[in-house]
């Protein structure tokens, strides 16, 4: 069974950084897209950032870009959100998913990994992150 499980998560302050962790079994990530999703109390669950390491396939939402990395690391099981500059308005549970690529339409120059939480199937339990003003 595909898992995913967060780490990295904690209480940080403004203008700091975290890197948070997802680690994958069952199944190497360039078979697969993988994002990260937050969630804060009362709102809507929001892609952050993904990643399609064999499409070169990387995107972000726009309050992220330039704080964010997405990276994965050279055994292929394990993603990381690396967060700089942090903001209080980051604060958020931050949960990763997974949806195999042959699932998605064909990422490359004109489409790149999705956002979309409807997008992804399997999900982690999430790691919380909560930035101090």
């Known amino acids: 069974e595909v898992q995913l499980v967060e780490s990295g998560g904690g209480l940080v302050q403004a203008g700091g950084s975290l890197r948070l962790s997802c680690a994958t079994s069952q199944f190497t990530v360039d078979q697969y897209a993988i994002a990260w999703f937050r969630q804060a109390p009362g709102k809507e669950r929001e892609g952050v950032s993904c990643?399609?390491?064999?499409?070169?396939?990387?995107n972000y939402r726009d309050s992220v870009k330039g704080r964010f990395t997405i990276s994965v690391n050279s055994a292929g099981n394990t993603v990381y959100l690396h967060m700089k500059n942090l903001k209080p308005e980051d604060t958020a549970a931050y949960y990763c998913?997974?949806?195999?690529?042959?699932?998605?339409?064909?990422?490359?120059?004109?489409?790149?990994?999705?956002?979309?939480?409807?997008?992804?199937?399997?999900w982690g339990q999430g790691t919380q992150v909560t930035v101090s003003s």
């Open positions: 990643i399609s390491d064999s499409d070169n396939s990387i």
């Open positions: 998913a997974a949806e195999p690529r042959g699932a998605l339409p064909p990422m490359g120059d004109t489409y790149n990994c999705p956002l979309e939480k409807i997008m992804y199937g399997r």
